[in-house]
């Protein structure tokens, strides 16, 4: 039952009351997802501390007499 995408179903608490427990008891006795939902809960966790950089411009806009 290693399932993609009941793993992404769970990790954003999509899945229903019944799914959720059988994925779940199947967590329980496979170590590949267990392994695989940790990962993912890691990576999940680190991108919400990801921003973008601060551009840094290397030149100036001037604007010249007109003409």
């Not at 992404?8 to 994925?23: H, I, K, N, S, T």
């Not at 590949?32 to 950089?53: D, F, I, K, M, N």
Request: with cysteine; proline share 4%; net charge negative.
């Amino acid at each position: 039952m290693c399932d993609k995408e009941q793993i992404v179903g769970y990790l954003y608490d999509e899945l229903d009351a019944a799914e959720r427990r059988a994925f779940e008891a199947h967590l329980a006795a496979c170590a590949a997802c267990r392994s695989e939902v940790a990962g993912l809960r890691r990576t999940r966790q680190h991108l919400t501390t990801w921003a973008p950089p601060e551009p840094e411009f290397t030149f100036h806009i001037v604007r010249g007499a007109a003409a």
